[in-house]
């Protein structure tokens, strides 16, 4: 996936799994207050927090290039000096000294975990 998709993905977990504690807050522990309060910080935090990466991430993809994907000819963005097409995964790099076998090695170690 890449990276800005990656962490927009991460972001909109957290809001999720921010909303999931504060349920669980009301729902599950109604009757100890201590731990209802507790458990609705953590989840507010985590939704605060969510909030934060969004901002990072438009401040991140400010400094993007956008570049048409040689493989698909669709416009995405490179985040770094090495990154994937949003659209059909191709490894793309913005330092010819990178492409060839670095390159190779990340990806195949990426795709020997999944
Ligand atoms: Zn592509």
């Given at each position: ?10 972001a909109m ?8 504690i ?7 522990f109604s009757?100890?207050?201590i ?10 935090l ?26 698909c ?16 995964e ?7 000294e ?17």
């Open positions: 996936m890449a990276k800005i998709n990656r962490i927009r993905t991460f977990a957290l809001v999720f799994i921010g909303i999931f504060m349920y669980i807050a009301i729902f599950v009757n100890s207050p731990l209802m309060s507790i458990a609705m910080i953590i989840g507010f985590s939704v605060i927090s969510s909030s934060f990466v969004y901002l990072w991430i438009g401040m991140k993809s400010t400094k993007s290039v956008p570049v048409t994907c040689p493989n000819e669709k416009q995405t963005k490179i985040l770094g000096k090495v990154d994937v097409c949003m659209h059909c191709e490894p793309l790099t913005l330092d010819p990178l492409e060839g076998k670095e390159l190779d090695a990340r990806y195949n170690r990426k795709n020997f975990q999944s």
